[in-house]
Nanobody, 115 residues
Framework: QVQLVESGGGLVQAGGSLRLSCAASGSTFSINAIGWYRQAPGKQRELVASISSGGSTTYADSVKGRFTISRDNGLNTVYLQMNSLKPEDTAVYYC?????????WGQGTQVTVSS
């Protein structure tokens, strides 16, 4: 099993920055990729960015050029650096670990961007 703990959320003004962390524990050797997702009130959860064990990254169009996903110690810790934040970035941010037999979710961290 894999456990994921997100941290780093908070309240920030528009134009500000936050860095989210996703700390993985347990059978981390089985993780193939980790993605950051977000869910705003009344909206579906959406993929924000992902990084594979090989280092390949993907981003949603809405965050390209503003957010950067990175990793440390393999995929044991994955970061999401969020710059130039906008009110529409307000959401609960979750990380998800993809393993060979399925996936795991973290509990989420709230990001609120005030205008």
């Amino acid at each position: 099993q894999v456990q994921l703990v997100e941290s780093g959320g908070g309240l920030v003004q528009a134009g500000g920055s936050l860095r989210l962390s996703c700390a993985a524990s347990g059978s981390t050797f089985s993780i193939n990729a980790i993605g950051w997702y977000r869910q705003a009130p009344g909206k579906q959860r959406e993929l924000v960015a992902s990084i594979s064990s090989g280092g390949s990254t993907t981003y949603a169009d809405s965050v390209k050029g503003r957010f950067t996903i990175s990793r440390d110690n393999g995929l044991n810790t994955v970061y999401l650096q969020m710059n130039s934040l906008k009110p529409e970035d307000t959401a609960v941010y979750y990380c998800r670990a993809i393993v060979n037999y399925g996936f795991y979710w973290g509990q989420g961290t709230q990001v609120t961007v005030s205008s």
